[in-house]
């Protein structure tokens, strides 16, 4: 045994020596592979027509979500989901700053990782995406109509949320896991100033579900306590599997310093197998602790359009030392990251990046194992499940450093190897590698459409890669990173095409356009749909009022003018709203909003929507605002100003738009 | 020409056919306007009915409106415009009076009809025109877009290019109705007076009109001699 693996190191030494110059080496060869004319025509969209898929790609640090089409490798819009972003004054403007709220306080930047499409029978359904953060324990939802953040949930007595946002096969959970352990005190689990070095004694995890089928409801239903390793990635069980999810973790070393060598030590680590319907089951008989653990909801008002933030103040929170049966140890290879489930439900695959097979569980044996009480130890309650009876085979020769690994649903899985930069693409059953490809460089998730759920979409596959040098026109030293679109229509496999992505994009999921095509939204019916209590359906409702030292402009903007557009009687100390409702009917015209001085960012107004940016004026004068959004012939012409007068000014409030609407007046709403 | 002679069978048939289908100009649209431009892909236009001008699509209409708002066009408000309001009434009346056609079963009432309803007809061609020229040419001298000489009369009948747009005005199912309607009356009234009209020799034929209205024994003495030919028509007919 220790033989064995003393074998397999040097060979991975030396292979990872090898394939650090083979990659460089080969790749012109490939390129000219690429670039004949059979992949070309694959991946040409003609102007005017559209991609067959949707991909959703997580924009990692820059906290935000990037839309692509495929085959094309378009780049068709970026989703502000944990950042706010001038782009559009998300997280600037009055109404969507909620969404920004934590425990912390307001938290304008996050670090997006994995999307997850919403699932109905274990297939992608369109309605939704969930998205998790890192930094901030975070999952978030977007609309899938209208390509807009509408929740946000904090997750508590959590730090590094990783292993998210994984959804279980019907959408019932979310989960989230604790990648960073942390400190917390036995009765309440609060943090706790103490010192680091008492990691092993004091630190701990825990594994969260997400109550995720109700829009605008989301909920940490429960969470379950488990040891201070770090839990990193997951993946919800389906079909026989399904009312399982998996956890892989690292660290059972339970280091607290200089992770990358203390934390490789162990020869396994564990992937936690959590039976979620017999921990729902303890949570809803009451057999569940309610511990302090202070976090927010957001969500969008479906009525107003606004968000609103509201503070969480406990959890609900399972032991397994006192509630038996649910989560069990699988010891696994060398600090597995991914953790993916076949489309069959059958088989748990790990991606144990520091080892040099690939192990493929078998899901009955599990079961087999945990019913004839066949462990080999217990860890804080949790019994440990003996590594050679769970075994359906381990795939040999894989590539290094394997992370992810996706399905095409024909029998096949593809597992990236991050060091040897390459996707090696393997039988199920057989546990054998059949084909393998080049990435460039250092692939760290891959996705196939649909290609975590019991049905793959199959055909594409596109490997996500971390580093980038020079895939493209260089842009000093930093680049986005790269992307390879590989057809997997055949028995091999090959590569299509080459795109940027923004940020860098963990994991994605693609789904068929058709699927939410049709239902994209184009405008807001003003009479119907905009129930915002600032907005204005026409320009006779605009106005000005003053209420104290805050006034609020209740403004329109049409093609190709603001009313009102002149405004005077503001004073120093004032605090000004403007609430900016866009007149139009009329897809793709938004109307933005920009005022000098502000320190916000504009608003960008969709057709029948109403935003409102808020505006502290720091200095006297007379100050423009514009239309930012080229909206028009005349859209130069859109534009207003703002007079700010001393503090204690007696010039009076006034607004108007000039000859043609004098009417445009105090308010008192 | 015999203007009180009765209507044959057909005839009076033809007549209550055309003047019940005017309740499609209730149903349908009677005439669209289609304006085509590069930034509208998904098509612009606006459908006039007998009692409204409504957008192609819900809210084509105001956006119609705002694109004609730069070249200072008055704006286009069904509200506005009284036509609409005693349109259906016009519309009702020419029915009633097509349907008192059939029950009064004389030519002059048909000729009487079919005049009225050409005479609409051409009114309402007139009256769209001058709404139309009035649209194309009462600018707004603050007019942002200004063209020298240029007017944006739509099409009566076919299509015309203004500046980027190319504007389309055709009949709608309602307005196509309404004029097969018309011609039915016209066509109806020429065949009575012109070539139904000799044949009173042979008007022993079964195609002779019923004797139910009271008017009618008058009938069958001017035109037919036959009371009981006419009588059995009748009950095929009922
Ligand atoms: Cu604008």
Redesign the interface.
């Known amino acids: 045994m220790s033989f064995q693996s003393i074998k397999r190191t040097a060979l991975g030494a030396a292979l990872l020596l090898i394939a650090g110059s083979f990659a460089f080496a080969c790749q012109s060869t490939s390129s000219t592979d690429a670039s004949n004319s059979d992949a070309a025509e694959k991946v040409y969209v003609a102007p005017g027509e559209h991609d067959e898929f949707y991909a959703f790609m997580s924009g990692g640090y820059s906290g935000q979500l990037g839309i692509y089409g495929l085959p094309s490798g378009r780049h068709l819009k970026t989703v502000p989901v944990f950042s706010q972003f001038g782009e559009n004054g998300y997280g600037y403007s009055e109404d969507t700053r909620p969404l920004l709220q934590t425990s912390f306080g307001f938290v304008p930047w996050g670090d997006a990782h994995h999307p997850k499409v919403s699932q109905t029978d274990g297939v992608p359904d369109g309605r939704w995406l969930f998205i998790n953060e890192n930094n901030t324990p975070r999952i978030a939802r977007v609309d899938l109509t209208t390509f807009e953040t509408t929740e946000v949930l904090e997750i508590p007595n959590s730090a590094g949320n990783h292993a998210s946002a994984f959804v279980t096969p019907n959408s019932e959970y979310v989960s989230a896991a604790t990648r960073f352990s942390i400190p917390m005190d036995e009765e309440n689990l609060q943090n706790q100033d103490v010192s680091i070095d008492s990691y092993k004694e004091n630190f701990n995890g825990t594994i969260s579900f997400i109550r995720a089928d109700k829009p605008g409801e989301m909920e940490v239903s429960f969470q379950i306590l488990v040891p201070g390793y770090d839990y990193d990635l997951s993946h919800a069980g389906k079909g026989p599997s399904d009312g399982w999810s998996f956890f892989t973790s690292y660290n059972s070393e339970e280091a607290n310093t200089m992770l990358e060598k203390n934390a490789s030590r162990n020869d396994k680590d564990f992937i936690a197998a959590v039976n979620w319907r017999k921990a729902e089951e303890y949570a809803n008989n009451g057999e569940c602790r309610m511990v302090p653990g202070e976090h927010a909801h957001n969500h969008v008002n479906h009525d107003t359009g606004l968000a609103e933030s509201e503070m969480r103040d406990e959890v609900c929170v399972l032991n397994p030392a006192d509630n038996p049966g649910m989560v069990y140890f699988l010891p696994t290879p060398k600090s597995p990251h991914g953790v993916d489930v076949d489309p069959t439900g059958q088989y748990i695959i790990a991606g144990g990046k520091l080892s040099t097979i690939i192990p493929v569980f078998a899901f009955d044996k599990m079961i087999d194992a945990i019913e004839r009480e066949s462990f080999a130890k217990d860890i804080d309650g949790i019994p440990v499940l003996n590594y050679n009876e769970l075994l359906h085979g381990e795939v040999e020769n894989p590539g290094l450093g394997p992370l992810h690994t996706e399905f095409d649903g024909k029998g096949y899985a593809y597992t990236t190897a991050f060091i040897s930069s390459e996707i090696v693409k393997w039988d199920i059953e057989k546990t054998e590698v059949v084909d393998r490809i080049d990435t460039y460089y250092s692939p760290g998730h891959l996705m196939i459409p649909g290609g975590d759920s019991q049905e793959p979409f199959g055909q594409y596959l596109v490997a996500l890669n971390k580093i980038t040098k020079d895939r493209y026109l260089p842009t000093g030293p930093e680049l986005w990173h790269s992307a390879q679109l590989i057809d997997i229509s055949g028995d091999k496999m090959k590569l299509l095409l080459d795109f940027p992505t923004s940020g860098e994009p963990h994991y994605a999921q693609a789904i068929p356009a058709d699927m939410i095509k049709d239902k994209q939204r184009k405008?807001y019916?003003i009479k119907t749909e905009n129930g915002n209590p600032y907005k204005v359906l026409n320009e006779d409702e605009t106005g000005i009022e003053r209420r104290g030292n805050e006034v609020h402009v209740y403004m329109s903007a049409?093609?190709?003018h603001f009313v009102p557009d002149n405004i005077e009687g503001i004073k120093l100390g004032d605090e000004v709203y403007f609430h900016v409702t866009n007149l139009?009917?009329?897809?793709d015209i938004p109307h933005g909003f920009a005022v000098q001085g502000a320190n916000t960012a504009e608003v960008l107004v969709m057709p029948g929507q109403t935003r409102t940016l808020k505006w502290t004026p720091t200095k006297t004068g007379v100050f423009p605002f514009y239309c930012t959004d080229f909206c028009s012939?005349?859209h130069q012409?859109m534009q207003g100003y703002v007079r700010v007068s001393p503090e204690g000014s007696d010039v009076p409030l006034a607004s108007n738009a000039g000859q043609e609407r004098p009417g445009s007046q105090l308010l008192s709403k | 020409m015999q203007w009180s002679a009765p209507l044959q069978s057909r005839t009076r048939w033809a007549v209550a056919i055309a003047a019940i289908a005017l309740v499609a100009v209730y149903i349908f649209p009677i005439w669209q306007i289609s304006l085509d431009a590069p930034q509208y892909p998904?098509g612009l236009g606006m459908e006039i009915w007998v009692h409204t001008v409504t957008g192609e699509n819900?809210?084509d209409l105001?956006?119609i409106n705002?694109l004609n708002h730069?070249i200072g066009m008055k704006e286009i408000d069904p509200d506005t415009i009284p036509e609409l309001v005693y349109m259906p009434w016009i519309i009702a009346g020419l029915m009633v009076l097509g349907l008192g056609v059939a029950l009064i079963n004389r030519r002059w009432a048909l000729a009487l009809w079919a005049t009225l309803f050409l005479l609409f007809a051409i009114a309402g061609m007139v009256d769209f025109y001058i709404w139309a020229y009035d649209y194309g040419h009462d600018l707004n001298p603050e007019a942002?877009?200004k063209v020298p000489g240029m007017s944006y009369m739509p099409p009566i009948l076919g299509t015309k290019q203004m500046l980027n747009i190319t504007a389309g005005s055709w009949p709608a199912i309602g307005g196509i109705i309404m004029m097969l309607s018309c011609a039915a009356a016209c066509g109806l009234t020429a065949f009575e007076l012109f070539w139904a009209d000799t044949p009173d020799q042979n008007a022993s034929d079964t195609d002779t009109a019923p004797s139910s209205a009271p008017a009618s024994t008058d009938a069958s003495i001017d035109v037919h001699p036959s009371a009981s030919s006419a009588s059995s028509s009748s009950t095929s007919v009922a």
Do not use: F, K
Not at chain 1, 584 to 587: A, F, H, K, R
């Open positions: 405008i019916d049409i093609r190709s139009e009917q009329d897809w012939a005349l012409e | 998904e819900p809210n105001q956006n705002g730069y942002a877009i």
